[in-house]
Nanobody
Framework: QVQLVESGGGLVQPGGSLRLTCIVS????????IGWFRQAPGKEREGVSC????????FYADFVKGRFTILRDLDKNTVYLQMNSLKPDDTAVYSC???????????????????WGEGTQVTVSS
């Protein structure tokens, strides 16, 4: 059993920044991939980023490259998503999730993840 709790969402203007936090607890020893996903109303859930808590390798969707950075803090069992240059299209509920690993080109597939947080709302609007 793994628990994930997100925080840090809110309302921000276009071009602004937010940092999301994912605190991971429970039986984490076999879960080495922590992913961030997002879902906007009427749209499918899409992968944003994934980080290996074992190696530190990071993966990003094309639509966030150069704007978002995923970070890990091993001492705190915490993963962050630093979001810069936010756009209205970034508006969504952002969730973190745990998988065995960030599986190469398949890291963005939701079915690869066994545990999910309940999400935090990010709204980008002027």
């Amino acid at each position: 059993q793994v628990q994930l709790v997100e925080s840090g969402g809110g309302l921000v203007q276009p071009g602004g920044s937010l940092r999301l936090t994912c605190i991971v607890s429970g039986f984490t020893s076999i879960y080495h991939g922590i992913g961030w996903f997002r879902q906007a109303p009427g749209k499918e859930r899409e992968g944003v980023s994934c980080i290996s808590t074992y190696t530190g390798s990071a993966f990003y969707a094309d639509f966030v490259k150069g704007r978002f950075t995923i970070l890990r803090d091993l001492d705190k069992n915490t993963v962050y998503l630093q979001m810069n240059s936010l756009k209205p299209d970034d508006t969504a509920v952002y969730s973190c999730a745990a998988a065995d690993r960030c599986a190469g080109s398949e890291w963005f597939v939701p079915a690869r993840y066994d545990y999910w947080g309940e999400g935090t709302q990010v709204t980008v609007s002027s």
